[in-house]
């Protein structure tokens, strides 16, 4: 995870795996996740909840098309992706959109979301 674009293929490739642990590896443990348009999960403890909720879906995340801006130890990660999985009610669903994500390198060279918004502008209605 030695730049933004790895961390994010990575966190793609971890997530459809469904392994919860190794997807928080991925955050900073202040990290906040937009679950939803109005709802944000802060913390590992919330966060394990909101993802748990979309491992449910038994997912398959697809990356699209991916752009990053660096400032220093800062980057602002934008990438397109479609989520096709398993609804509550046995029906196949499909979400799309573009998050805009911040991450962070740590100390060890790592980068780690800091702020994931898979909804992008989407959240202001």
């Known amino acids: 995870m030695n730049s933004p674009a790895t ?4 966190f793609f490739e971890t997530f459809n795996q469904g392994d919860i642990e190794a997807i928080l590896a991925f955050y900073e443990p202040k990290a906040a996740f937009v679950a939803q348009p109005g ?3 802060e913390g590992t ?8 909720g979309f491992l449910a879906l038994k997912p398959t ?3 699209g098309r991916y752009q990053a801006i660096l400032a220093g130890d800062i980057a602002l990660s934008i990438a397109k992706w479609t989520l096709k999985g398993t609804g509550p009610d046995g029906k196949p669903i499909q979400m799309e959109g573009t998050t805009t994500d911040v991450l962070r ?3 060890d060279g790592r980068w780690l979301f800091v702020i994931d918004n898979p909804w992008g502008v989407g959240i202001l209605g």
Do not use: D, E, H, K
């Open 7 to 10: 961390a994010v293929r990575g």
């Open 39 to 41: 709802q944000v999960a």
């Open 45 to 52: 403890v919330a966060l394990r909840v909101a993802i748990n």
């Open 61 to 63: 995340l697809s990356m």
């Open 105 to 107: 390198r740590q100390a």
